[in-house]
Structure formats: structure tokens, C-alpha cells
């Protein structure tokens, strides 16, 4: 690649991602604006995934990332807040960043919870400088296929992730190497 194709592939990403960047705000949400977007995404995963429904009355603990955006143009990012719940009390604050490089391009929100099935899962987050979803406790993140399969007496795992609320154009998402990092009170 000669430095006229590096200088024009420069340009399509700053046009491809300036709308994105303009869109993120400069300061943390309020700790009232992040309870608020957590609990309305919540809702809105337990009344369209009756997987999740079923995966939440099991739940010892729930970490919810309502929007998460991420863009990428073969290096990329995503980066969100959220909350975890333990019943309806907020036992904290954390972030979720993941980078990323490889063949990508274009922008995207969506948000995801992670629901934490034992003490395992509960003593990680609490005790870990950060934790590194795919190091640590066992988390599957939940497709149509193995949503299929759960019950209440086959969630043996610590903890079972679901991506919901897709927007934007960027092919495919995984939290696999996500780093959930407790952060004051925004």
C-alpha cells in the first residue's frame, strides 16, 4: 500500500467514524441516568428473551452494560458503563473495554448484561482489579441455540452473558477478552 492509499483509506475511516465520535458523550452518565438506562435495558431483555427471563430468577447477581458503542477500522474499540445489581440494590459501578484488530469496519451500539449464577462469579468480580471475560469464572455468552438447551436444572455455568439491542453496521460482536473494570460512582 503506497502513502496516497494510506492517506485515502485515513479519510473514508475519519468520515466513516466522525458521526459516531460527535455521538459519544465527553462525561460519564450520572449514577440516577446509569440506574435508570440499566434497569429500562433489563426490562427490556427479560420481556424479549424469555431465555434471559428464565436465566434471572436464577441469577445471584446481574452486571448490566446498557450501551455499549464500539467502531473499528481494522483497529477498533467499544467502551460502556453500567451497573451490577444484586435484587434492586446497586452494589457498584464498572466499565467494559474491549480493543480490537483485524479485519473490521464500522460502528455499532448494543448493550449486554451478565448474569452471575454462583459465589464464584459474585467473589470474582468483587475481589479482581478488573475482570477479564474468558479468564476467570466461566461465562457463556447465550445464542438462539444454546438458549434452546437452559433450564433451571442445566445452569451449571458461573455466569451466562446475552448481547441484545443491536444498532449500527460492524459485523458481529463478542465480549470474548472484554475487561470489566469497577469504577467510582459516576
Known amino acids: ?13 475519519g468520515a466513516l467514524f466522525a458521526p459516531i ?9 450520572t449514577s440516577a441516568d446509569l440506574n435508570n438506562t440499566s434497569n429500562e435495558a433489563l426490562s427490556l431483555l427479560l420481556r424479549t ?4 427471563a428464565l436465566v434471572a430468577k436464577s441469577a445471584r447477581a446481574v452486571l448490566i452494560f446498557p450501551n455499549i458503542v464500539k467502531a473499528g477500522f ?14 434492586s440494590e446497586v452494589q457498584g459501578y464498572f466499565n467494559s473495554f474491549t480493543g480490537s484488530w483485524g479485519l473490521q469496519a464500522g460502528a455499532q451500539s448494543y448493550g449486554y448484561v451478565v448474569f452471575l449464577m454462583s459465589d464464584k462469579a459474585m467473589k470474582y ?3 479482581s482489579h478488573g475482570w477479564e471475560i474468558g479468564v476467570g ?6 445464542n438462539e441455540g444454546i438458549a434452546k438447551n437452559l433450564s433451571s436444572t442445566t445452569l451449571q455455568d458461573d455466569a451466562y452473558a446475552y ?11 463478542s ?3 472484554t475487561k470489566i473494570s469497577h469504577i467510582a460512582t459516576p
Not at 428473551?49 to 434471559?52: E, G, H, K, L, V
Not at 469464572?137 to 447465550?142: L, N, S, W
Open 137 to 142: 469464572p466461566t461465562v457463556v455468552v447465550v
Open 74 to 87: 481494522v483497529f477498533g474499540a467499544a467502551y460502556g458503563e453500567g451497573e451490577l445489581k444484586q435484587g
Open 175 to 177: 465480549i470474548e477478552g
Open 21 to 29: 465520535a460527535l455521538s459519544i458523550p465527553a462525561r460519564a452518565e
Open 163 to 173: 448481547i441484545f439491542d443491536q444498532k449500527g453496521l460492524m459485523a458481529g460482536i
Open 49 to 52: 428473551n424469555p431465555s434471559a
Open 1 to 13: 500500500m503506497n502513502f496516497r492509499n494510506i492517506l485515502q483509506v485515513s479519510a473514508l475511516a
Open 125 to 127: 468480580v468483587h475481589e
